[in-house]
């Protein structure tokens, strides 16, 4: 029963310990490339100053028209490089006064976000956690100079894991007492059988000894 019971402690704190490092694990690796992918676009963007009449030529090119606040219009470009969704990173371009650029923005609202610069921040939207890392992009263009927000966003799977693991360990709580039950039952009758040998022992030598039969005799087998 003392090596049962130690045995199973010993297995819940292992399995505990190793849900909570795994998830860390996990939690880091989403968080590292969230970092990599926003990073990895920022030399892909670039914008231009441009005049009423080169709208729609801006527009051909596939490129971003925007207006600033001083009246000027830009037209916002990213190089062939720029993708807006990989490794499970959606990347978003907001413009200077916090819209959405570039990205779909269907699953977010970043209206509520407050996002800080070189920081990653947690979110929830539609009851799914999120992460997003932003990095501000100043760029120049005819001596004006335009602030652009590179923001990626990733679906916080490390605590999906951990919902996961936590599902994972209720059902081993339920299935751990059963297995003890059982791994205790087969040590008994193991047990029991390897000293029976002894009990037998035992016994015949306190028949002995107490002279109720002198001709008992302990049996020790054959030898072989």
Known sequence: LFYTLCTTLIVAIMLLFMVHISGKVVDNDIKDNLVLMVEEDVDDVDFDIIDEDDIE??????????????????????????VSAKRGVKIFILGPDGKVLLGHTDDYNFD???????????????????????????????????????????????????????????????????AIVLSALVGYLITRALFKPIGQITETAENISKGDDLSLRIDVGSGE
């Open 57 to 82: 030529e801006a527009y051909e090119k596939g490129e971003t028209v925007f207006y600033l606040e001083d009246g000027h219009v830009g037209s916002l470009c990213v190089e062939e490089a720029y």
């Open 112 to 178: 509520v976000m407050e996002l800080k610069q070189g920081e990653i921040t947690s979110m929830s939207f539609n009851e799914t956690d999120y992460y997003a890392y932003a990095r501000t992009v100043s760029l120049t263009d005819k001596k004006i100079t335009v602030d652009f927000m590179l923001v990626g966003v990733v679906q916080d799977t490390g605590s999906a894991f951990l919902g996961a693991a936590g599902s994972l360990i209720k059902a081993d709580f339920i299935i751990l007492p059963l």
